[in-house]
């Protein structure tokens, strides 16, 4: 089974708009990180938030806010007041903490968001 | 420079042949990891260094890649004997250490194996 499960390959929003990214994901671990990076075409990951799995509440950085159902093992990352330059791709990953030490992150295949006029 | 560094930004080999790959991570960033990234799809993780030491290597495909980081600094990935589906974006991270600490990445070298 997939860890981490984009389903949009690629989204249109209007500027100014907010727009929401779906993220699942699958683990049996109890304790685990969700992340949100942005990849815009030059090719380096952007970090833009975290969540643990602990967290009580969902996590804000600015325009970004990440919906955090664990019920439903949900990590949606939604993007406020869209800008032109949030155009880029959009990758949700997972840590899961039973495999030991470090940040090592398993990636989804991303969320290619185009931000128009 | 201040970011995680990776060269060359593009190399181009013919098949067969070896390559290294280059990741200069922040300076005191124990963390160093190293991820593939095929066209289309999202970053999956090779190997991971704590300090001098490859503490996950799991996601290494075969004996063809290895990596090392001997000065607990910089690293190298090495591809031996080179394929066609070895082409990709090869991208660094480096952290802090511990869990909850963001990982910087590189710009990555785009390896294509012709």
């Known amino acids: 089974a997939q860890k981490i499960t984009q389903t949009q390959p690629g989204m249109f929003v209007q500027e100014k708009e907010a727009v929401t990214l779906d993220c699942t994901y699958d683990?049996?671990?109890?304790?685990?990180?969700l992340f949100w990076y942005k990849q815009p075409s030059s090719g380096e990951m952007i970090f833009l938030i975290y969540?643990?799995?602990?967290?009580?509440q969902n996590a804000t950085e600015g325009r970004y806010s990440l919906n955090f159902q664990k019920a439903r093992k949900s990590a949606n990352l939604v993007i406020s007041a869209s800008q032109l330059g949030d155009s880029a791709m959009y990758f949700c990953a997972m840590r899961e903490d039973h495999t030991g030490g470090g940040n090592k992150l398993t990636f989804g295949t991303g969320t290619q968001l185009k931000v128009e006029l | 420079g201040a970011g995680v560094s990776q060269t060359p930004s593009n190399k181009v080999t013919e098949k067969g042949k070896y390559v290294e790959l280059r990741c200069d991570p922040i300076s005191g960033h124990t963390a160093l990891y190293w991820y593939r990234q095929s066209l289309g799809q999202g970053p999956e993780f090779l190997i991971y260094f704590q300090g001098t030491g490859a503490a996950d290597d799991s996601g290494l495909p075969n004996d063809r890649f290895f990596a090392v980081r001997p000065e607990g600094s910089v690293s190298t990935l090495k591809i031996q004997r080179t394929e066609r589906g070895d082409s990709a974006v090869y991208l660094c991270?480096?952290?802090?250490?511990?869990?909850?600490?963001?990982?910087?990445f590189g710009q990555g070298t785009r390896l294509t194996v012709v």
């Open positions: 991270a480096s952290s802090a250490g511990g869990k909850n600490t963001e990982a910087f």
């Open positions: 683990t049996s671990d109890p304790s685990y990180g």
């Open positions: 969540q643990g799995s602990y967290d009580q």
